[in-house]
């Protein structure tokens, strides 16, 4: 499973700061050599220093959704197995990341290069929801866990032309965008999900299928994974839903599963959608204007401003709260995370397994920001951890 674009490095850690020097100590000069001489130098990065495309991960790493195998399996003696990272740790990657998805216990990087390789998956494998990774010891199976970060092959027809522009995971299913062959799905489709027909007593497990979803009215740009269900945006600002719909997340007006991809209505109804975001049950939009919809799971008063009921299936317009000047809004399992146009990324909710990063595992319930070493350009959210893509100093 060895990766030669991927490697481990240590965590980030910031220089230890160092006393200033006493206006009343002299300087020694000992054979010619100031004594000072010896002293570190530190260069402080100004506002225009280039920053580097840094991968961070944090949360529970059991399932090897981090990425590390030391973490999970021990690489020296003596040395303990790591059961969460409460921090941000960083993954040196070779080629540079341009989306990351969490799933439940599995996550996804893709690249935009025209190399063959464009995505690796890692963690949980049980139905295939990062793809097929053939075992070593027995070429007819395949593991279902990958405790490392390894290549995804896609069908491509033009694998050398075609870029996979994101990458999106559910409970146990993914979704691929390229940039001239559609939307791919891969893992369980037992509600719809993958946007294909749901196959009574169909086998997950060891699955090479990868399907291609066909149907949209315009360019697919923008995907997002729920929990068992899957939104599409397209260039034309529409939202198109499938997969289960037991407390309204497809936001077509039933509560039903939904196998074939279907335009959304209610208030976003003529509205250019710039943005979803879904994770668990709950969906959230935002338009071209600045306004925001939401519709599905309110258990945790997720739509509290507009109801008090617990399943909202049409998309309803909410008003609008947040933190600063919000670029993105992004859902998780029961948390939610919002990123500003400066580069800041805000965090709250249950922290469970520590995937908030704020250096503790105590729940969260208003905005926090999260440190990181830089700008962040991206994030993701799980049920227990979170990725996030940082332009970084380091």
Sequence with gaps: MALTALRHIRPWKAPARLRPPSSRSAVRVVGGKRADDDLPVFKYVGERARRKDRVFV????????????????????GKRARKVQLTPYKLEVEEKITSAACGYGFTLLSS???DITKVWGMGLNKDSQIGFHRSRRDRTRGYEYVL?????????????????LQVSCGRAHSLILTNQEGVFSMGNNSYGQCGRKVLEDEIYSESQLIHRIEGFDGLVVQIVCGQDHS???TEKGKVYACGWGADGQTGLGHYNIASVPTKLNGDIAGVNIIQVATYADCCLAVSDEGDLFGWGNSE???LASITEATQVNVPRRLPFTGVGKVKQ???GGTNSALLNDGGELFVWGK????????GTTSDQYFPWRVSVPGTVIDVACGVDHTVALIKSFT
């Design 58 to 77: 944090w949360g529970f790493s059991y399932t090897g959704a981090l990425g590390i195998p030391s973490f999970v399996v021990p690489d020296e003696k």
């Design 112 to 114: 935009k290069t025209l």
């Design 148 to 164: 490392e970060p390894s290549p995804v092959p896609l069908p491509l027809d033009r694998p050398q032309e075609t870029q996979v």
């Design 231 to 233: 939104l599409f945006r």
């Design 300 to 302: 945790y008063l997720q």
């Design 329 to 331: 809004a992004v859902c």
């Design 351 to 358: 922290n469970l397994r520590g995937c908030l990063g704020i």
